[in-house]
C-alpha cells in the first residue's frame, strides 16, 4: 500500500482544561472507506472538526497528502482537496440542484476574491457547469435539477449536500453522520453511493456515524473512539468482537448502540 | 429594446436640468443622486447579513479626506475625490478584519460605537478638521482647470456617480462574487467547507461599501462647500437603512426606488420637518409590519401574480404540496 | 493613578482628596441614571432579544409628563415622578403588542423597527411640545457639603429615589413568580418555555417595565437638565455603553457597567472635558466588544 493519505498523529483537544480528544493516532489509506465510531460524547464531532480545521487542535499533528495541515482554516483544507460534508442536510436552500452543484464546482478556483481577477476563472467557471451536469446525472438527480434545493425531500437534500462536496473534486471525503435522519432504505442507498463514489471516482471516505450496522456494512476498517481516546482500530468484524467497544457501549449511553 | 429603452431614460434624466433649470429641482435631483449611491453602500452590507451604523463616519472621512485633500495639500479634484473613497476604504480594511469577527447585534452596536468615535474625532481635533464648526471652503469640483459651478452640471456629475454606482453594485451581485457572498450570507458554514475563504469576503465586500459611501461624502463635500461633523452621525446610516426597507433590500433596484421616493419628502415638507420625520418613522413601521420586502419585492409579486394568472391553475396545488413537504424535512 | 493631573490643580494632597472626593460622588450619582436606563435596556433585551433603539424616547416621555403633571399642573413631584413611570410603563406595554411582538427572534428586523418607534416619537414630540428646550422648576435646590466633596440636593434625591427603584426591581426580580420567570427567559429562553413561561406575558411585562424605568429615569432628571424632543439620545447612548460594559442581556452587568461608566465618564471629564469622557466610553465598549463581546458578567456562547 503506498502512502497514507491522512495521517493524524496524538491530536489532543481540550475545552477549557476538560479534555474532548485525547492523543489520537491514525492514518487512513488512499481510496480507502474508514468508519469512525464511539458513544455519544465520545469525542467523534470534535476529532472531525479538528481534521478540517473548524476548531484548532491543543497538540498534535495533521498530515494530508504528503503535507502538514495543522493549523490551517477549514477552507484551507478543502482547498487542498479534503472535503466535508455535514450531518443535517447542508445546502443552499433557495438555490436550485443545478446551482447549488455549480458553486460546490466552482468555490475551490475563487477561495479569495483576489482569485476573482485570475485568467483562469472563465474557464473554471465552464467547466464547473459541466461539472454540475455530470453530479446531477451521477447522483440521479435529473428531473429535480431546476427545483430550489429547500423544496426537496429530505433523503434527497442529503444526497445533494454530498454532490456539492463532490462537485469540489475531492481527494478525499469526510462524512459527517451521512445516514442521519434517513430512513433505512435511504440509508442503504446512501451507503452504495458511498460505494460508487469510491469506485467511480477513487474517493476514499473518512465516515463519522452512529449507525453501527450501516459503518460495518461500509467500511473495510473501523476505529472506535471511547471518552476521546482511540479504544480499537481493526476491521469491522474483529470490532464486533472486542470486549473493549463492547464495553463503551453497554457501560455508557446504550442509546446509539 | 430594453436597452434603448434605457438610453432613452438616461438621455432624459441627463437633459431636463438644462431645459427646466429651476435651482430647487435641480437640487433634489443632486441630493437624489447623492442618497441612490449611500444606500447602494448600504445594501451591500445588508446582503452580507450585517447592520452597519458606521456609514456615516465612512461618509464623513471620504468627506472630510477630500475636502483637506484640495484645501490645505492642493491636490487636484479628481485625485482628491478618489482618494475620499480611499480614505474610508483604508478604514474599513483596517477595522474590517477585527470587526467583521463579531456578528448580529453586536455588530450594529460596535459599528455604532466606532461612528461615534470617528464623529468625536472630527469635533475634539480641532486643528484638522475645524471642530464643531467644520470646514468651509471646499472648492468646487474642477476638471482640466474648468470649475464646476452651475447647479445642472452638479447634477449630471450626481446622476453619473449614482448611475456607475449602481451598474458596479448590480455587476458584483450579478458575478461569482455576488453568488459567494449570498452563498456566506446564506450558509456559511457550508461556503467555507468547499474552498471559500469567507473572511476576505466579507472584507472586500465591507471596503467596498465603504468606499462608495466615502465616494458618497467626498461629492457631498464639493457640492455643498461646507461639513461639519453632525451630518456623519447616527441619523445618516439610519436613513441608508430605511431607504433600503422602503425600496426593497432583496435587488439594487431597492435602494433607487427607495432614494427617489424618500429624498424628496423633506422638500415636499419643507415647512413642516417635523411632519417630514414622522411620516418616515411612521412609512417605515408600516413598511415592516405589511411589505417587508420593499416597493421592489411588492412590485415583484404584482408582476409574479399578473404572470402565475396567466399560466396553468395546477400549479398552486403542486406548491401546496411542496410546503407539506418542505414541512415534513424541516421535522 | 498615573493619569496627569491639569497643571492649574494646587499639588498638596488636602486638594488631590477632594478632587477625587467629587469626582466619586459625581460619578456615583450619574451611574445611578445610567443603571436604571440601562436596566430596562438590558432586561428587554435579554427577554425579547430586540435591541431597544426607541428607550431614549421612553426616557423623554418621562420628561414630558414631568413637565405637564408638575410643571403646568403643579402637582407634587414625588407624586409625578411615580405617575410618570407608571404611565411610560403602560405605554412601553401598549408599544411592545402592537408593534413590536411581530420582530421577536428577527435581530435586524427588530433594531429597525425600534428606529421607526424612535424617530416616530421623537418627531411626535417636537410636533405637540415644539422644539424649544423647556424647564420645570428644581423640587429642592441648595447642596449638601460634606467637606471633601459638594452634592447638590436634587441630585441627591434623585441617587435616593433610584436607590428606592432599584431595590423595588430587585425585590421583584427574587422574590415574584413573574420576576423569577423574566430571569429564567434571561438565561436561557428554550429551557423557560419548556418549564411553560408564557412569553405572550412576559414579554409585555418586560417591555413595560423596561419602559417603566426608563420613563422614571426622565422623569427624575427632568429638573436637573431641559426637556425637549432630542433629550432621550445621550441617555440612550450611555446605556448602550453600559450594557455592552456589563454584557448584552445581564442584569448585574447594567449595574456594574453604570456604574463604571459614571466613574469613569466623571474621572475623564473632570481631568479633561466630556468629549474626551464620552469618546473614553465608545473606546472602551469596542475593545470589549472586540475581546470579550458577550460584555464583563455576560454568558459566553
Known amino acids: 500500500m503506498s502512502v497514507p493519505i491522512i495521517e493524524v498523529a496524538g491530536l489532543t483537544r481540550r475545552f477549557g482544561g476538560v479534555p474532548a480528544v485525547t492523543e489520537v493516532s491514525f492514518t487512513c489509506a488512499r481510496q480507502e472507506i474508514l468508519g469512525i465510531i464511539g458513544p455519544n460524547g465520545a469525542g467523534k464531532t470534535t476529532l472531525f472538526n479538528l481534521i478540517t480545521g473548524s476548531i484548532p487542535a491543543t497538540a498534535g499533528q495533521i498530515h494530508f497528502d504528503g503535507r502538514d495541515i495543522t493549523g490551517s482554516s477549514p477552507d484551507q483544507v478543502a482547498r487542498l482537496g479534503m472535503i466535508r460534508t455535514f450531518q443535517a442536510a447542508t445546502i443552499f436552500r433557495h438555490e436550485t440542484v443545478r446551482e447549488n452543484l455549480r458553486r460546490g464546482a466552482l468555490f475551490g478556483h475563487i477561495g479569495r476574491p483576489s482569485w476573482l481577477l485570475r485568467g483562469s476563472v472563465r474557464e473554471a467557471s465552464r467547466a464547473a457547469r459541466e461539472r454540475a451536469e455530470e453530479l446531477i446525472d451521477f447522483l440521479g438527480l435529473v428531473d429535480c435539477a431546476e427545483q430550489e434545493g429547500g423544496n426537496l425531500p429530505y433523503g434527497r437534500q442529503k444526497i445533494l449536500g454530498l454532490g456539492i462536496a463532490l462537485a469540489a473534486r475531492p481527494k478525499q471525503l469526510l462524512m459527517d453522520e451521512p445516514a442521519a435522519g434517513l430512513n433505512p432504505a435511504e440509508t442503504r442507498e446512501m451507503g452504495e453511493l458511498i460505494e460508487r463514489i469510491r469506485a467511480e471516482f477513487g474517493i476514499g471516505v473518512v465516515l463519522v456515524e452512529h449507525d453501527v450496522a450501516m459503518v460495518c456494512r461500509t467500511c473495510s476498517r473501523i476505529i472506535v473512539l471511547n471518552y476521546g481516546k482511540l479504544i480499537a482500530n481493526a476491521s469491522p468484524d474483529e470490532i464486533r468482537s472486542n470486549p473493549e467497544v463492547i464495553e463503551a457501549y453497554l457501560g455508557g449511553d446504550v442509546e446509539d448502540a | 429594446m430594453r436597452l434603448a429603452a434605457a438610453v432613452l431614460i438616461l438621455v432624459g434624466l441627463a437633459a431636463w436640468p438644462f431645459i427646466y433649470d429651476q435651482p430647487f429641482y435641480v437640487h433634489m435631483g443632486v441630493m437624489m443622486g447623492l442618497w441612490v449611491a449611500l444606500a447602494l453602500s448600504m445594501n451591500l452590507m445588508l446582503r452580507i447579513g450585517q447592520l452597519s451604523f458606521a456609514h456615516g463616519a465612512f461618509m464623513g472621512l471620504g468627506a472630510y479626506a477630500s475636502a483637506l485633500a484640495t484645501m490645505r495639500l492642493g491636490i487636484p479634484f479628481p485625485i482628491a475625490f478618489l482618494s475620499g473613497g480611499l480614505a474610508a476604504a483604508s478604514v474599513a480594511a483596517l477595522v474590517g478584519p477585527i470587526f467583521l469577527r463579531i456578528r448580529g447585534v453586536y455588530f450594529a452596536l460596535l459599528t455604532f460605537a466606532f461612528g461615534e468615535v470617528v464623529v468625536l474625532t472630527f469635533v475634539e481635533w480641532v486643528e484638522v478638521f475645524g471642530g464643531n464648526n467644520g470646514l468651509f471652503g471646499i472648492p468646487k469640483p474642477s476638471l482640466f482647470g474648468l470649475q464646476m459651478t452651475s447647479r445642472p452640471a452638479f447634477y449630471l456629475f450626481a446622476l453619473t456617480f449614482a448611475v456607475l454606482s449602481f451598474i458596479a453594485v448590480r455587476a458584483i451581485y450579478n458575478s461569482q462574487f455576488g453568488a459567494v457572498i449570498t452563498s456566506i450570507d446564506d450558509n456559511e458554514m457550508l461556503t467555507r467547507s468547499i474552498g471559500i475563504d469567507a473572511p476576505r469576503y466579507r472584507l472586500a465586500a465591507f471596503c467596498f461599501s465603504a468606499a462608495l459611501a466615502g465616494w458618497s461624502g467626498a461629492f457631498y463635500a464639493h457640492y455643498l462647500t461646507f461639513i461639519s461633523p453632525e451630518a456623519f452621525g447616527f441619523w445618516t446610516p439610519v436613513n441608508m437603512v430605511v431607504i433600503n426597507v422602503l425600496g426593497g433590500i432583496a435587488s439594487p433596484w431597492g435602494p433607487v426606488v427607495g432614494a427617489l421616493l424618500l429624498v424628496p419628502l423633506p422638500e415636499i415638507l419643507r415647512d413642516a420637518k417635523e411632519y417630514q420625520v414622522l411620516s418616515y418613522g411612521i412609512l417605515l413601521m408600516i413598511f415592516l409590519l405589511f411589505l417587508p420586502d420593499g416597493l421592489v419585492g411588492l412590485a415583484r409579486r404584482w408582476r409574479g401574480r399578473w404572470r402565475a394568472a396567466r399560466s396553468a391553475e395546477g400549479r398552486s396545488a403542486a406548491g401546496l404540496e411542496q410546503g407539506k413537504r418542505e414541512k415534513r424535512a424541516a421535522a | 493613578m498615573t493619569a496627569p493631573w491639569p497643571a492649574v490643580l494646587p499639588h498638596c494632597c488636602a486638594g488631590r482628596h477632594m478632587l477625587l472626593a467629587q469626582i466619586l460622588s459625581n460619578g456615583l450619582m450619574t451611574g445611578l441614571v445610567y443603571v436604571l436606563m440601562a436596566l430596562g435596556f438590558t432586561l428587554i433585551f435579554g427577554v425579547m432579544r430586540i435591541v431597544n433603539f426607541a428607550h431614549g424616547e421612553l426616557y423623554m416621555l418621562g420628561g414630558f409628563a414631568t413637565l405637564i403633571l408638575f410643571g403646568n399642573l403643579g402637582w407634587n413631584y414625588y407624586l409625578t415622578?411615580?405617575?410618570?413611570?407608571?404611565?411610560?410603563?403602560?405605554?412601553?406595554?401598549?408599544?411592545?403588542?402592537?408593534?413590536?411582538?411581530?420582530?421577536?427572534?428577527?435581530?435586524?428586523?427588530?433594531?429597525?423597527?425600534?428606529?421607526?418607534?424612535?424617530?416616530?416619537?421623537?418627531?411626535?414630540?417636537?410636533?405637540?411640545?415644539?422644539?424649544?428646550?423647556?424647564?420645570?422648576?428644581?423640587?429642592?435646590?441648595?447642596?449638601?457639603?460634606?467637606?471633601?466633596?459638594?452634592?447638590?440636593?436634587?441630585?441627591?434625591?434623585?441617587?435616593?429615589?433610584?436607590?428606592?427603584?432599584?431595590?423595588?426591581?430587585?425585590?421583584?426580580?427574587?422574590?415574584t413568580r413573574w420576576g423569577l420567570a423574566m430571569r429564567a427567559v434571561t438565561q436561557d429562553s428554550e429551557m423557560a418555555a419548556v418549564q411553560g413561561v408564557r412569553p405572550g406575558f412576559i414579554h409585555p411585562l418586560a417591555f413595560g417595565i423596561g419602559s417603566l424605568l426608563a420613563g422614571g429615569a426622565g422623569a427624575l432628571m427632568a429638573p436637573i437638565y431641559t426637556i425637549y424632543s432630542y433629550m432621550g439620545e445621550l441617555p440612550m447612548l450611555k446605556a448602550f455603553v453600559v450594557v455592552i460594559l456589563g454584557g448584552l442581556g445581564s442584569i448585574p452587568g447594567a449595574v456594574l457597567g453604570g456604574l463604571l461608566l459614571g466613574l469613569v465618564e466623571s474621572f475623564f471629564a473632570t481631568m479633561y472635558s466630556t468629549t474626551v469622557a464620552t469618546m473614553i466610553g465608545f473606546a472602551l465598549v469596542i475593545v470589549i466588544l472586540i475581546f470579550r463581546p458577550r460584555g464583563l458578567l455576560g454568558r459566553t456562547a
Do not use: C
Not at chain 3, 111 to 140: D, K
Open chain 3, 81 to 175: 415622578v411615580v405617575v410618570a413611570a407608571f404611565g411610560v410603563g403602560l405605554f412601553g406595554v401598549l408599544l411592545q403588542s402592537l408593534l413590536l411582538k411581530h420582530f421577536i427572534g428577527r435581530e435586524l428586523s427588530g433594531m429597525i423597527m425600534a428606529l421607526a418607534i424612535a424617530i416616530t416619537l421623537q418627531a411626535g414630540a417636537n410636533i405637540i411640545f415644539g422644539p424649544e428646550e423647556q424647564s420645570v422648576p428644581r423640587p429642592v435646590t441648595g447642596v449638601l457639603d460634606l467637606g471633601a466633596a459638594v452634592v447638590p440636593y436634587d441630585r441627591l434625591v434623585v441617587g435616593g429615589f433610584t436607590l428606592v427603584i432599584l431595590a423595588a426591581f430587585w425585590f421583584f426580580l427574587q422574590f
